[in-house]
Structures are given as C-alpha cells and as structure tokens.
C-alpha cells in the first residue's frame, strides 16, 4: 500500500540586511520593566526556604513576632536569621520595630499582593 506524501519545497536560506529582524514578535510582556524589577527584587528575597518560612510565621501571626521567638523555629543561629531578616526587609517584604533590645518583626500587608496579583 503506498501513500503519497505531499512534497515539501525548501527555500534556500538568505541573508537579511543588518538591523533587520527576523521575525515580528508573537506576544509582548505587560509588566513594565520597574515594575518587573520590583517582582524580581521580592521573588529572590523569597527564593531561599528559610525566608519563605519566615514569611509564612510572620504572616500567619496576628501582630508583631520578637525574633527571639523565631530563633528557636530555625536550625540557624541568631544572626543568620537576622542576616534573612535584612534581605526580606531591604525587599519591602518585612518590616521591623524595636522595643527595647528586641527587634519585632510583621509582614508588610500589600508587599506579596502585587507578586500573587501577577501569579495569578
């Protein structure tokens, strides 16, 4: 039984003049390029495990956690957990206010909702 195929015709390929594209593009990105570094900035701070469960305690908790109640979640020393802190505050993740030797740290309430909006 024999089955005829149609016959593909190749074209030789040419040289496109310099500056010209090859294509047009299918689809173009709506984040803006600040607003793309922004999402960026908060999903690296978020891109190390310990951070991200930072961030689920600080967010699961109703007020302001003491880092000495996070220290002892975490198999890391105290200023390893502060050098995470840092990261996640320099991101507008988390902030922090002191009280006394204390430092208490919370979840800024709209820094995830620009990210989860764009995931969504």
Known sequence: MSVDLPVLELTPKTKRAAGEP??????YPDV??????????????????????????????????????????????????????????AAGIVDSERQGLWAYYYVIPDALKELSAWLS
């Open 32 to 89: 803006q390029r600040d607003h793309a570094i922004r999402m960026a900035e908060v999903a690296k701070a978020l891109g190390d495990p310990i951070r991200l469960q930072l961030v689920d305690v600080l967010r699961k908790h109703a007020g302001k956690v003491c880092v000495c109640e996070l220290v002892p979640l975490f198999d890391i020393s105290q200023p390893t957990l502060s050098h995470h802190l840092k990261k996640l505050r």
């Open 22 to 27: 090859c294509c047009e593009p299918v689809v």
